[in-house]
C-alpha cells in the first residue's frame, strides 16, 4: 500500500482540481502545498569533449566553446539573397551564425598532441573553454607534448599564453606551425594584408607567437609531426595554412582547420567565397582538393567550426559535395 507521501495519481489530479498554479505536492497530512519554488535557469551545457578511437590513437574533441558571426562574412561573391535563401532552406539564421570551435586531442599511446588551443580568455565571452574542457576530459595543460597550429587566426591561436602570468599555457609543449604562417605573422605582412576590420588579429598573434620563438619548430608541407600524424598544405584562408592527415590501424582523420568552415556552403558552394579567406582563390583551390581527397578516400573529416563534435564524411554526387555528420553510438 502507497505511504501518504507519495505522488498519486489521486493527488495530483485533486491538486489540479483545486486551481492552484504549477506541480502541487500531497504532504504527510494529506494536504496540498505547492512545490518549493521555480527552478532556476542554469545557463550551462555539459562540458564539452567528445571521444573515439582511431586505430590504436584515441582522440578527444574538446569545445573551445562558440561565437557569432554576421553571415555577410560568409561568400563575399555571391548576392547576399542567395546565401540567405540557403541559410533558410537549411533552417539556420539568416542573419548571424553561431560557430563551434572544436579541437582535436590526439593520444598516439606515446605523445598527446592539441591541435590549435582555443581563443583564450580575450577573444569572445562564449569562447576560451578549452583548459576548462581538457580537464573535464581528464587532462591537465601540462600533459601536453605537441601543440601544432593550423593558422595564425585568433580563435585558433589566441590560448597560447597565459595572460595573467605571461607563460605559455602549455608549459611542457613543443609548437609546431608551417614556415609561411609563422612569418606572415611574426613580421609586418599580417598587419598590411588584412582588411580593416581583421587588423587587430595581427596585434594579437604579435602577443602570441613571438614569445614561444624558442619552442617552436617551422615546419615545411608534408612535415610529420609524430608517425602517424602528417601535415598537409592547404593555403587561401591564411598563406600558411595547413590541415593534418592522422592515421593509424587504417582509419583515417583529415583534420581540415578552417579549409572548409560551413555545413552547406563550404560542401555545396566550394567557390563561395568567405571573407575570412585571405587569398580567396587559392582557399577554393584548397577546399576543392581536400573535400575530393576525404570523398575519395572516405575518411573522417574533423571540421572546426560545425557543430560539435564536428566529426563527419564527405559524400560526393557529381560536382557537388554534401557534409553527412557522423551518427555513430558512442564508442571507446
Ligand atoms: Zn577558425
Redesign the pocket.
Known amino acids: 500500500m502507497m505511504s501518504d507521501r507519495k505522488l498519486t495519481r489521486r493527488n495530483v489530479l485533486a491538486g489540479a482540481a483545486s486551481g492552484a498554479a504549477g506541480l502541487v505536492l500531497a504532504d504527510s497530512a494529506g494536504g496540498i502545498r505547492p512545490a518549493r519554488a521555480a527552478a532556476p535557469m542554469m545557463g550551462t551545457q555539459v562540458p564539452g569533449w567528445y571521444r573515439f578511437k582511431l586505430g590504436s590513437f584515441e582522440i578527444t574533441i574538446l569545445s573551445d566553446g562558440s561565437y557569432e558571426l554576421p553571415t555577410s562574412l560568409m561568400a563575399t561573391n555571391r548576392p547576399r539573397e542567395e546565401v540567405k535563401a540557403l541559410l533558410a532552406a537549411n533552417f539556420l539564421p539568416t542573419e548571424t551564425r553561431t560557430s563551434h570551435v572544436n579541437i582535436p586531442l590526439i593520444n598516439t599511446g606515446s605523445e598527446l598532441i592539441l591541435v590549435d588551443v582555443g581563443g583564450g580568455p580575450n577573444w569572445q565571452p562564449t569562447a576560451g573553454r578549452l583548459t576548462d574542457n581538457l580537464k573535464a576530459a581528464g587532462f591537465k595543460p601540462e600533459d601536453i607534448d605537441k601543440v601544432v597550429l593550423t593558422h595564425g587566426?585568433p580563435?585558433?591561436i589566441w590560448g597560447l599564453i597565459d595572460e595573467f602570468d605571461e607563460a605559455p599555457r602549455f608549459p611542457n609543449a613543443t609548437y609546431h606551425i608551417a614556415e609561411a604562417e609563422w612569418s606572415f605573422w611574426t613580421t609586418d605582412e599580417a598587419a598590411i594584408r588584412l582588411a580593416e576590420p581583421f587588423k587587430g588579429f595581427a596585434v594579437g598573434a604579435k602577443k602570441h607567437l613571438p614569445p614561444l620563438a624558442d619552442k617552436t619548430t617551422r615546419v615545411k608541407p608534408g612535415a610529420e609531426i609524430a608517425p602517424g600524424v602528417v601535415t598537409m598544405a592547404t593555403p587561401g584562408h591564411t598563406p600558411g595554412h595547413m590541415s593534418l592527415i592522422v592515421t593509424s590501424g587504417g582509419e583515417t582523420l583529415i583534420v581540415s582547420a578552417?579549409c572548409v568552415t560551413h555545413p552547406f556552403i563550404s560542401f555545396e558552394h566550394p567557390g563561395w567565397w568567405p571573407s575570412t579567406d585571405l587569398e580567396q582563390q587559392v582557399a577554393e583551390n584548397s577546399r576543392r582538393k581536400l573535400l575530393d581527397m576525404a570523398a575519395t578516400d572516405k575518411a573522417m573529416m574533423l571540421v572546426?567550426?560545425i557543430s560539435f563534435p564536428g566529426l563527419g564524411h564527405v559524400a560526393r554526387t557529381g560536382d557537388v559535395y554534401r557534409w553527412v555528420p557522423a551518427m555513430w553510438n558512442w564508442r571507446l
Open positions: 587566426h580563435d585558433h578552417d572546426y567550426h
